[in-house]
């Protein structure tokens, strides 16, 4: 009797999942390995970086999310992979061998060449990274309350968001929101006039995939939250006391980036030719060109459209990829004649600004204000994993809606440890 073919998937993310699940239930043994134990949904992680929700709330356990016998999920990071002998290398010393190999291990944070910046400017890529950043925001809130220095007090209420994406967006609304519900009822000797929230972005607009008319009026929704926008204005210095921005020193204990991502390293383990942003270029099917049985989907795969465009960094075109490098193999391994190429269904591109305003582009209709906030709502709920998400999520939301108060402002000791920044979890982002 033939041996089952083996597909590994390296990474748990939008894009590993969908590949996963379309696997499950057939004749084929599949390993799904990533260095969490969790799938997490990258588009809502900024609000648990600003007590809105509970990591709970946008992270599911891997296992409980793919359950099928052919199916194995293990915990486990990948250093690199042998190609002639197909085999995936983990820390663990044990090889996963394969006839088959999908890479789905995202992007990261990329500081320019200016790594050390890293010490002092968090990014939000994995649940520690929110929690952290969460315990930054919070902190900084209770330590200016009992603060009797004024310099000192300035320098923990202002804030910097570094880059005006989506994520960029999102985060510098959300902050503005959490200050002023914060310090308008629960704090006595800091109100929300003292609170400096900056918005930096090195290029001449926000939101800069977006038409003119939607990142204006991003501009504009965002100054009604208090934060100011600062555009053709690049970093040259992020320290422990706070950030050059074109000439001018910000004080401030809370500098945040959000921008500029990169692939993570896929395209050396497999010696595979990469973008500039070390995205591997991939084919029409999604495999790593020259490498009929290894593909790569998602934020780690460069992906040419048509005419030298290249697909975006989100969930949908992550799912996607998934389920049809899925289909493909499926059809590949029993026989059947295969998908001629992959052909991306836009969604769309969406980006939100506190709690009623939303910019919406999906080609031809072109939404902003409470209208996109709705959709945004609806896509965002209905790309969360399992119901009971949607539930948390929906009923957080209507909560925070009526009363304006944040479900999870809880201090609870994490705290980020200065490092370089390191390969985590692969997960992919609708919104970045």
């Excluded at 990474?11 to 696997?23: E, H, Q, R």
């Excluded at 409470?370 to 896509?379: E, I, K, M, R």
């Amino acid at each position: 009797m033939a041996r089952q073919k083996r597909v590994v998937i390296v990474g748990a993310g939008f894009g590993g999942l969908a590949a996963a699940k379309t696997l499950a239930g057939t004749d084929v043994e599949v390993t799904l390995v990533d260095r969490a134990n969790h799938h997490l949904f990258q588009p809502l992680l900024y609000q648990v970086a600003t007590a809105s929700l509970s990591p709970a709330d946008i992270a599911s356990a891997t296992r409980s999310v793919v359950q099928a016998d052919n199916v194995q999920v293990i915990m486990d990071e990948v250093i690199n992979v042998d190609t002639e002998h197909k085999l995936v290398m983990t820390t663990s010393r044990k090889n996963l061998p394969y006839d088959y190999l999908i890479l789905a291990t995202g992007a990261d944070y990329s500081f320019f060449g200016n790594e050390a910046w890293a010490r002092h400017a968090p990014t939000l890529k994995t649940l520690k990274d929110a929690l952290s950043i969460r315990e930054s925001l919070l902190g900084s809130l209770e330590k200016a309350e009992r603060s009797a220095m004024s310099d000192e007090i300035e320098s923990l209420l202002t804030f910097v968001v570094v880059g005006g994406g989506p994520t960029g967006v999102e985060m510098a609304g959300a902050i503005a929101e959490l200050a002023r519900s914060a310090l308008t009822t629960d704090f006595r000797n800091i109100d929300p006039y003292m609170v400096k929230i900056l918005l930096i972005e090195a290029g001449s607009s926000i939101l800069s995939t977006f038409p003119k008319h939607l990142s204006a009026y991003a501009v504009t929704a965002l100054e009604k939250l208090g934060v100011e926008v600062l555009l053709n204005s690049p970093v040259t210095q992020i320290d422990e006391q706070g950030i050059d921005v074109g000439g001018q020193r910000i004080r401030s204990r809370n500098v945040i980036w959000c921008a500029g991502t990169q692939a993570r390293p896929a395209a050396s383990w497999v010696g595979a030719s990469a973008d500039r942003n070390k995205a591997v270029l991939v084919t029409k099917k999604c495999s790593v060109i020259g490498q009929p049985d290894v593909f790569a989907i998602g934020d780690v795969s460069s992906f040419d459209s048509g005419k030298g465009l290249r697909l975006p960094g989100l969930a949908p075109v992550a799912k996607q990829q998934g389920k049809f490098v899925g289909k493909l193999l499926i059809n590949r391994i029993a026989g059947r004649s295969e998908p001629a190429e992959f052909v991306y269904k836009n969604w769309g591109t969406m980006a939100v600004i506190g709690r009623s305003h939303a910019v919406a582009d999906f080609g031809r209709v072109r939404i902003k204000g409470f209208t996109g906030w709705l959709a945004w709502s609806l896509v965002h709920l209905m790309l969360l994993i399992d119901f009971r998400s949607r539930a948390s999520v929906y009923l957080h939301w209507s909560w925070a809606w009526f009363t304006r108060s944040r479900a999870a402002r809880l201090l609870t000791g994490v705290r980020r440890e200065p490092q370089q920044t390191q390969i985590t979890s692969a997960a992919n982002s609708i919104d970045s």
